[in-house]
């Protein structure tokens, strides 16, 4: 059974970092690209960024791009994101994603909370 | 970034009637698009991709149509478990983007 499991979540100050993870089983992680969305309370889904199957390609959406850092680690079937520099704007759940064979996002993680916060 | 324009924002429809979802992108993305569904409280989950494909396990009232700018997502018979927000989502290139979502609400 395919499972993703972010963690990491939790409060923290405006301009402090966070790193989020997602933990992936179930399926062969290293032959699948990945992706983070947000969702601030009450909105819509955010695209985020996106990870290549090796790492070596990344894309990032504007509104966090220079901040947040999208990494993964194929040996430990791990998904990352550095988070720096935080606002009461980044205040939502993320969740990571599987990017299935045809594009979509066919796979979901439960979603972590981050709430920014003094 | 491409723009993803979803309409309407929200709708009110009773059991059994047929709902229809559009998204228009701002730019052509041949048929790079996925439908979800989201519940409160819990993740998003996938019902169409590819504009037309439904994804296995999605009870086939759910249907996708469009290409280039112009897509649907269509309910022919909504049942009580599909009141539930619905966003798109463009494939065609990074960064992606969703459209504002639609919420389905019971009349």
């Known amino acids: 059974e395919v499972q993703l499991v972010e963690s990491g979540g939790g409060l923290v100050q405006p301009g402090g970092s966070l790193r989020l993870s997602c933990a992936a089983s179930?399926?062969?992680?290293?032959?699948?690209?990945m992706n983070w969305v947000r969702q601030a309370p009450g909105k819509g889904l955010e695209w985020l960024s996106y990870?290549?199957?090796?790492?070596?390609?990344?894309y990032s959406a504007d509104s966090v791009k220079g901040r947040f850092t999208i990494s993964r680690d194929n040996t430990r079937n791990s998904l990352y994101l550095q988070m720096n520099s935080l606002s009461v704007e980044d205040t939502a759940v993320y969740y990571c994603?599987?990017?299935?064979?045809?594009?979509?996002?066919?796979?979901w993680g439960q979603g972590t909370m981050v709430t920014v916060s003094s | 970034a491409i723009q993803m324009t979803q309409s309407p924002s929200s709708l009110s429809a009773s059991v059994g009637d047929r709902v229809t979802i559009t998204c228009r992108a701002s730019?052509?993305?041949?048929?790079?698009i996925g439908w979800y569904q989201q519940k409160p409280g819990k993740a998003p989950k996938l019902l169409i991709y590819?504009?037309?494909t439904v994804q296995s396990g999605v009870p086939s009232r759910f249907s996708g149509s469009g290409s280039g700018t112009d897509f649907t997502l269509t309910i022919s018979s909504l049942q009580p478990e599909d009141f539930a927000t619905y966003y798109c989502?463009?494939?065609?290139?990074?960064?992606?983007?969703f459209g504002q979502g639609t919420k389905v609400e019971i009349k």
């Open positions: 994603a599987r990017v299935a064979g045809y594009d979509a996002l066919d796979f």
């Open positions: 179930g399926f062969t992680f290293n032959t699948f690209e």
């Open positions: 990870i290549s199957t090796t790492g070596t390609t990344i």
């Open positions: 730019q052509g993305i041949r048929n790079e």
């Open positions: 590819a504009a037309s």
């Open positions: 989502l463009q494939d065609y290139n990074n960064p992606r983007t």
